[in-house]
C-alpha cells in the first residue's frame, strides 16, 4: 500500500495522493472539493456510477502504488494535477458527466500506461 493510504478515502484516493505528493493542503482543495461533489451528485446516483465506484476502490490504491514507486513519481502527480484542475472547472461549471467521464479517462489511462 502507498505512503499515504490509510488516510484516504476511497473516492479521492488519486486526489487526495495528489495532493499529498505535492505539498497542496486538502482542506482548501478545490479538486478534493470537486470530486467529492462528483462522487455525492453523479456517480453514486447511478448504477453505473456505482460499479465504477467499486471498481475505482481497487484500482485507486494500485495506481497510487505505481506512481509512488517511480523515481519520477512528482512528474506524474504534477502532471495528474493539471488534469484534476481541468476537471475540477468542468465540475464546478456543472457539467458533472464530463467531469466524472475526464475522470474516469485519467483513472483509465493511468492504469494502461503504469
Known amino acids: 500500500m502507498g505512503r499515504h493510504s490509510k488516510r484516504r478515502k476511497p473516492c ?7 495532493l499529498d505528493n505535492l505539498g497542496i493542503a486538502r482542506e482548501t482543495s478545490l479538486e478534493l472539493a470537486a470530486m467529492k461533489q462528483v ?7 447511478s ?3 456505482k460499479r465504477d465506484y467499486l471498481l475505482y476502490q481497487r484500482k ?3 495506481i497510487v502504488s505505481k506512481i509512488e ?3 519520477d513519481s512528482k512528474e506524474i502527480f504534477g502532471r495528474v494535477y493539471d488534469r ?3 476537471i475540477s472547472r ?3 461549471n456543472g457539467e458533472l458527466d464530463k467531469g466524472y467521464q475526464d475522470y ?3 483513472v483509465l489511462e493511468l492504469e494502461k500506461d503504469l
Open 12 to 18: 479521492c484516493y488519486l486526489v487526495t495522493a495528489c
Open 39 to 45: 462522487t455525492k451528485e453523479h456517480i453514486l446516483a
Open 47 to 49: 448504477r453505473q456510477g
Open 60 to 62: 485507486g490504491p494500485e
Open 69 to 71: 514507486a517511480r523515481s
Open 84 to 86: 484534476l484542475k481541468d
Open 90 to 92: 468542468t465540475i464546478f
Open 104 to 106: 474516469r479517462g485519467l
